[in-house]
């Protein structure tokens, strides 16, 4: 879902949190601030970067990603922008000790390593995360793989909303990313429509996949399970907790895992929807409780 200005859809989504969940206040508290940096870089970067790249049907036919292969250094300017504005803030708000934020400060001065690190993120190198996290003593790569994320997934949304209708006339089936590969970390059911018809209000909830490193979202089965496809109704399972139905999760026994999913029919205004995985770490704790592995590992459902 994509909004005029991603710090105010930010700034709301915060707010319901902590009205209707106080208990996650101290976190949304502790996190809000980078949050809406993180809009305010993807608002101010909207008009500034370089021409996306070209829509490649063939390559999406055969299911390859649009930035597999593609030159990320074309947005290296665009990424020490969004390093300069967020990387303080990261450090603060992971509170990482001196020495090892004096060291990741230097490692991302360069843009090669930048680069590095967003290509490596791009193509799923692990091994590179890892390596690079032992290099600057930050002690386990989830952090560095948060923080990488911080620092250039602003890029890669704005990039996103430029393309516009280009993506939004792909026709994509797959569990990933059509724009980066990337799995999603939530998925949502289509708000209610307005029709031409006397402003009739009605329909919606198409399954959409909300992406975890870009933000694009793309239209997904509603009957199917994210990680392996499976559409058998007997070994999947939705899961709801204290009977709020808005807000789910959705498990597959099949290959074990699950993706979270809220119903945007009932919620008013539509929230953000990475802001707003902060506020279901219950259902996670829930997830976990129940023998399930997440689709994508994420900061919210790593917590205890």
């Keep these: 879902m994509k909004t ?24 949304a508290d502790r996190f809000g601030p980078l949050f809406l940096t993180k809009g305010k870089v993807r608002d101010d970067l909207l008009d500034k970067l370089p021409d996306p790249p070209a ?20 947005w290296v300017e665009a990424m020490e922008a969004s390093r300069d504005e967020l990387l303080p803030e990261v450090i603060e708000v992971l509170r990482l000790e001196a020495d090892a934020a004096k060291a990741l400060q230097g490692h991302l001065a360069d843009p090669v390593n930048l680069v590095g690190l967003a290509q490596a993120r791009i193509e799923g190198n692990w091994k590179h995360f890892e390596n690079t996290s032992v290099q600057l003593g930050i002690g386990h790569s989830p952090s560095l793989l948060y923080i990488s994320e911080t620092v250039f997934g602003p890029v890669l949304c704005a990039m996103v909303d430029g393309m516009g209708k ?10 990933y990313c059509p724009v980066c590969g990337s799995s999603p970390s939530i998925s949502y059911l289509s708000p209610k429509e307005v029709s031409d018809l006397d402003h009739l209000v009605g329909g919606g909830g198409k399954k959409y996949l ?18 392996c496809g499976n559409d058998e109704n007997d070994s999947r399972e939705i899961f709801y907790v204290d009977d709020i139905r808005y807000e789910r999760i959705e ?14 029919r ?14 279901l770490i219950h259902l996670d704790i829930f ?15 790593a917590a205890d």
């Excluded at 049907?57 to 074309?74: H, Q």
């Excluded at 997830?287 to 459902?301: I, Q, S």
Aim: overall charge negative.
């Design 4 to 27: 005029a200005s991603a710090q105010k859809i930010v700034d709301s989504t915060l707010e319901s949190i902590k009205k209707r969940v106080p208990a996650y206040s101290e976190l």
């Design 55 to 74: 829509v490649d049907t063939a390559r999406l036919v055969a299911g390859v990603p649009l930035l597999i292969d593609e030159d990320l250094s074309l």
């Design 166 to 175: 280009s993506l939004s006339d792909i026709t994509w089936d797959r569990g």
């Design 210 to 227: 909300h992406c975890s490193l870009c933000g694009h979202d793309w239209r997904y089965r509603r009957n199917a399970c994210v990680a």
């Design 251 to 264: 498990a597959c026994h099949k290959c074990g895992k699950y993706c979270l999913n809220v119903d945007l």
């Design 266 to 279: 009932e919620f008013e205004p539509h929230p953000h929807l990475d802001v707003v995985q902060m506020g």
């Design 287 to 301: 997830a976990r409780n129940n023998e399930l592995v997440p689709v994508t590992p994420t900061l919210w459902n």
